[in-house]
């Protein structure tokens, strides 16, 4: 799991410690993230699956796409398919993924790097292996995220960002036992480069078996840590976690992570997905592609998809993705 690090890792900025006065947020839940298949087949953890909608605001799924070590010919992607309302975030940690879509979007992306793309008011894109991957085979491992838009930015226009392993800002703990790589938002004044229509914070946290990480947290933004390998604990009651569970963290000021003192040799750190937002707390419609406000901007949402206005791309597959399930909320205001 390369994604990027640092020659020296005590040579990195710090995280000032946590005040003694601030309020350790205590983990509300530990939820375990089912198996699924996407796109044209590729192995997922489902990494919200079970947690409540509420308790995740402003994101709304979430997957974990491998870890796969893939044989020759074996390596899937996903066809032309659209989306509208959101954003989704392609995080890779291990392995080659391409992206295109019909903003003029796209571009390969490989250990560390980020792919951010705005659906906003629609949009149709593909992500698929390098050929080279597929004829060759190999180890693929990374994370899908998607961040609803509030209402007044669901109408907002495309935007592709292509985000390099090298411009994340790294910072360490300060006892130097964890790297802190910070995507987007901020860590004790350190920003990273993804720009956000909704305030948040997305990190990636390797931890050093025994070492523990506490890290300052904006009160307004809810706090989640996804396990993407290794095992530990959460929050100050030292609750158990392990790769493939999601902790949902209650109110506070601050999160505690804390790595096994014995990792298993496939998994020799605790790698964690940190994620913070500002909870927008609007009705969310959601069907396959599409998070919307209501059943009537879904419709009209899949009306515009099959008019091709939400763009077209040339010999366009009719193949899309339209999961089985329909979510339906309305958010009531939480403490996260």
């Given at each position: 799991m390369?994604?990027?690090?640092?020659?020296?890792i005590?040579?990195?900025?710090?995280v000032?410690?946590?005040?003694?006065?601030?309020r350790?947020?205590p983990?509300?839940?530990?939820?375990?993230?089912?198996?699924?298949?996407?796109g044209?087949g590729?192995?997922?953890?489902r990494?919200f699956?079970?947690?409540d909608?509420?308790?995740?605001?402003p994101f709304?799924?979430m997957?974990?796409?491998g870890e796969?070590?893939y044989?020759?010919?074996?390596?899937?992607?996903t066809?032309?398919?659209?989306?509208r309302?959101?954003?989704?975030?392609t995080?890779?940690l291990?392995?080659?993924?391409?992206h295109?879509d019909?903003?003029?979007g796209?571009?390969?992306i490989?250990?560390?790097?980020?792919?951010?793309?705005?659906?906003?008011?629609?949009?149709?894109?593909?992500?698929?292996p390098?050929?080279r991957l597929?004829?060759?085979?190999?180890l693929?491992?990374?994370?899908?995220?998607?961040?609803?838009?509030?209402k007044a930015e669901?109408?907002a226009?495309?935007r592709?960002?292509?985000?390099?392993?090298?411009e994340?800002?790294?910072?360490?703990?300060?006892?130097?036992g964890?790297?802190?790589?910070?995507?987007a938002?901020?860590?004790a004044g350190r920003?990273?480069?993804?720009?956000?229509?909704?305030?948040?914070?997305?990190?990636?946290?390797?931890?050093?078996?025994?070492?523990?990480?506490?890290?300052?947290w904006?009160?307004?933004?809810?706090?989640?840590?996804?396990?993407?390998?290794?095992?530990?604990?959460?929050?100050?009651?030292?609750?158990?976690?392990?790769?493939?569970?999601l902790a949902?963290?209650?109110p506070?000021?601050a999160i505690?992570?804390?790595a096994?003192?014995?990792?298993?040799?496939?998994?020799?750190?605790l790698?964690?997905l940190?994620?913070?937002g500002?909870?927008?707390?609007?009705?969310?419609?959601?069907?396959g592609?599409?998070?919307?406000?209501t059943?009537?901007?879904?419709?009209q949402?899949?009306?515009?998809?099959?008019?091709?206005?939400?763009?077209?791309?040339?010999?366009?597959?009719?193949?899309?993705?339209?999961?089985?399930?329909i979510?339906?909320?309305?958010p009531?205001?939480?403490?996260?």
């Amino acid at each position: 799991m390369p994604a990027i690090t640092a020659p020296d890792i005590t040579k990195l900025e710090r995280v000032p410690a946590v005040l003694e006065s601030a309020r350790q947020r205590p983990v509300r839940e530990v939820v375990l993230a089912p198996y699924g298949l996407e796109g044209e087949g590729f192995p997922v953890r489902r990494a919200f699956a079970g947690a409540d909608l509420t308790d995740l605001d402003p994101f709304v799924h979430m997957d974990q796409m491998g870890e796969v070590e893939y044989a020759p010919g074996e390596a899937k992607g996903t066809p032309w398919h659209p989306h509208r309302g959101f954003e989704t975030v392609t995080y890779i940690l291990d392995g080659v993924f391409e992206h295109q879509d019909s903003n003029g979007g796209g571009g390969v992306i490989t250990n560390g790097d980020t792919q951010w793309m705005t659906a906003g008011a629609g949009i149709l894109h593909i992500e698929r292996p390098p050929e080279r991957l597929v004829a060759s085979g190999g180890l693929f491992h990374g994370i899908q995220l998607w961040v609803n838009l509030p209402k007044a930015e669901k109408w907002a226009p495309p935007r592709y960002q292509d985000l390099r392993a090298n411009e994340v800002s790294l910072l360490a703990s300060p006892d130097a036992g964890a790297l802190v790589r910070v995507i987007a938002g901020d860590v004790a004044g350190r920003r990273g480069p993804g720009q956000t229509y909704t305030p948040m914070t997305m990190l990636h946290a390797t931890i050093s078996p025994g070492a523990r990480l506490e890290l300052p947290w904006r009160p307004e933004f809810n706090a989640l840590a996804y396990v993407l390998a290794g095992a530990g604990t959460v929050g100050s009651e030292r609750r158990p976690i392990e790769v493939g569970q999601l902790a949902v963290f209650g109110p506070g000021d601050a999160i505690t992570l804390e790595a096994a003192p014995v990792q298993e040799s496939r998994s020799p750190t605790l790698e964690a997905l940190l994620l913070g937002g500002r909870p927008i707390r609007e009705p969310v419609a959601w069907y396959g592609p599409f998070v919307m406000n209501t059943r009537d901007e879904l419709r009209q949402a899949f009306e515009d998809y099959q008019a091709g206005r939400l763009g077209r791309i040339p010999a366009i597959s009719a193949a899309h993705h339209t999961p089985d399930h329909i979510v339906e909320s309305d958010p009531e205001p939480t403490d996260g």
